[in-house]
């Protein structure tokens, strides 16, 4: 089984930063792309940022030039550089990724998710 965690929530006030990371587990599989999904309360999940494994990305329109997101192959993470917080930015924030096994092929994982909540 693959499995994602993700770490770096938490509380900050507008106009602070925060760093996002969600590293992948298991065994046997390869990974495509990778990307980061947000829920605000009462709303629905919505994307934030992808990046595949030749580094092309794409942002939500919300986000950009304020995120950023970058992987690390070798570690199996992938994360989100979060500045210029706004409260529009609170949310559970989860990660996603494509991912393919041999014993059952390509498949999508989730994260748990991970609280950012943006207040003074």
């Known amino acids: 089984q693959v499995q994602l965690v993700e770490s770096g929530g938490g509380l900050m006030q507008p106009g602070g930063s925060l760093r996002l990371s969600c590293v992948a587990s298991g065994r046997d599989f390869s990974i495509g792309v990778m990307g980061w999904y947000r829920q605000a309360p009462g709303k629905q999940r919505e994307l934030v940022a992808t990046?595949?494994?030749?580094?092309?990305?794409m942002y939500a329109d919300s986000v950009k030039g304020r995120f950023a997101i970058s992987r690390d192959d070798a570690k199996k993470t992938v994360y989100l550089q979060m500045n210029s917080l706004k409260p529009e930015d609170t949310a559970v924030y989860y990660c996603?990724?494509?991912?393919?096994?041999?014993?059952?092929?390509?498949?999508?994982?989730w994260g748990q998710g991970t609280q950012v909540i943006v207040s003074s």
């Open positions: 990046i595949t494994d030749n580094r092309v990305i």
């Open positions: 996603k990724i494509r991912g393919y096994r041999p014993s059952s092929g390509v498949s999508d994982y």
